[in-house]
């Protein structure tokens, strides 16, 4: 295959990957004094039972870092009215440390003492039961220890860019979608 045509099929696979529409999230974490903030759109339910979160964080995140040295950290789930926050906190130029929250409400997780933001839909404090390396990215893995639920409509990350609105729930129809006398084998 020439260089070319494997520079279009990787394309193509990107574009594919970027349908994968997902709720805008910033994890939080404070180590030692040094508090921080990165905005994921990685943020998913593991498992239920015990009740665990995985997110995908780039290698060498400082989330990441501090995350896994306190072995706890926080998750707030942004509604669709933050996308100031999910802008600032995936910003480069962000001040380190905790210079980076100046101007934000905000209040400390109870488990991780990390920071909660004022009108996020869900907080999740959670413990650190896993971080491994997948490609070029690390999984970090929490034990939810409390999680909070408010009212309103996410902010949902989808195609390379973000998303506010209301959500429309798919009508149920009284019809059967299918005629299963085709799909299934006699
Ligand atoms: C909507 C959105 C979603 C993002 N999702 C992720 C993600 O899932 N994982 C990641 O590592 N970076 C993600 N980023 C980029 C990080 O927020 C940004 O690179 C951050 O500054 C780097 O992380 P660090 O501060 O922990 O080093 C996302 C940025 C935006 C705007």
Redesign the pocket.
Known sequence: MTGIALRSRWNEHNRALRALASP?SVLTAEHDGRR?G?????VTRISRRPQVLGA???S?????ALAVAEGRFAVNVLSGQQGRL??W??E?SRPDGPGQFAGIEWRPSPYAHAPLFVGALAHYDCRVVGSFTVGD?EVLLGAVVNAVAADGDPLI?YSGD?FAGTLIPVAESEDRPFDLKETVPS
């Open positions: 805008v921080h990165t905005t994921v759109s990685t995908c964080l780039k060498g995140s400082v989330l990441a999910a802008r906190f995936a480069s990215h990350s973000m």
